[in-house]
């Protein structure tokens, strides 16, 4: 059986990516509104799949950066080595910040609230304060991890529009939907989880989705045309 190469193995890795990513957010309760926080930690108590639903997003994000490195070989070889070198230590970056932000959101948050819910009604403000003090260790690694994410997208998509082998399209969806993420992180550090942030951040999500697809394919069929060009 024939190996997987660099290519082919990003191409799966942003394919498989996504699907874990838009599962994990499905998981996801969303009645609340979650700058409301009685009313979010009640909703986030009562799931029963919080801390699968938020390492499914983590196993995604970090198969999306992986696909992403595999992109950095893709397009290094056309030129243009510091900006790939300097979009590939933004991916590495996002990487660990996601992982930081799911110990304190998927887990720190999830135990929290469980023992606010469960506390003696003489202690419930108490634990609510300490559970709302997690609450912003949370927002501001989701706004360092949209802004980082973002401007590290952006950079992948400049180099994407600089390549002859990448359609135009594609660099520019990438630099937008990177662009449009960075600026829903830096509401999000003024305003929290607000209306505002929510009605950018999650469009600007689907459109970084829309793109490691796409990029996906790119990698997967620039290898096919590679080898039926050596055969």
Request: proline share 3%; with cysteine.
């Amino acid at each position: 059986m024939k190996a997987l190469n660099t290519n082919q193995s990003g191409a799966l890795c942003a394919w498989l990516g996504v699907a874990l990513l838009f599962t994990g957010t499905l998981l996801h309760p969303m009645s609340a509104d979650p700058n409301q926080p009685i009313a979010a930690f009640t909703e986030y108590a009562a799931d029963h799949h919080w801390v699968g639903s938020h390492l499914l997003q983590l196993v995604g994000v970090g198969c999306m950066l992986v696909a992403l490195l595999a992109l950095a070989h893709h397009l290094s070889v056309a030129g243009g080595r510091l900006l790939i070198r300097t979009a590939v230590a933004g991916a590495i970056t996002s990487l660990a910040l996601a992982a930081a932000l799911q110990a304190v959101d998927g887990i720190a948050l999830h135990r929290m609230v469980h023992v606010w819910a469960d506390a003696p009604v003489a202690q419930k403000p108490a634990w609510f304060t300490a559970t709302f003090a997690v609450r912003q260790i949370e927002v501001g690694l989701a706004s360092l991890f949209c802004i980082t994410l973002g401007i590290t997208a952006a950079l992948f998509g400049l180099a994407q529009s600089r390549h002859a082998g990448s359609p135009r399209g594609l660099g520019l969806l990438a630099i937008s939907a990177g662009l449009a993420t960075a600026y829903a992180g830096w509401i999000m550090a003024h305003q929290g989880f607000s209306e505002t942030v929510m009605m950018i951040n999650m469009p600007a999500n689907l459109l970084l989705m829309a793109w490691m697809l796409w990029s996906g394919w790119q990698l997967w069929t620039r290898q096919v045309t590679a080898e039926q060009e050596r055969g």
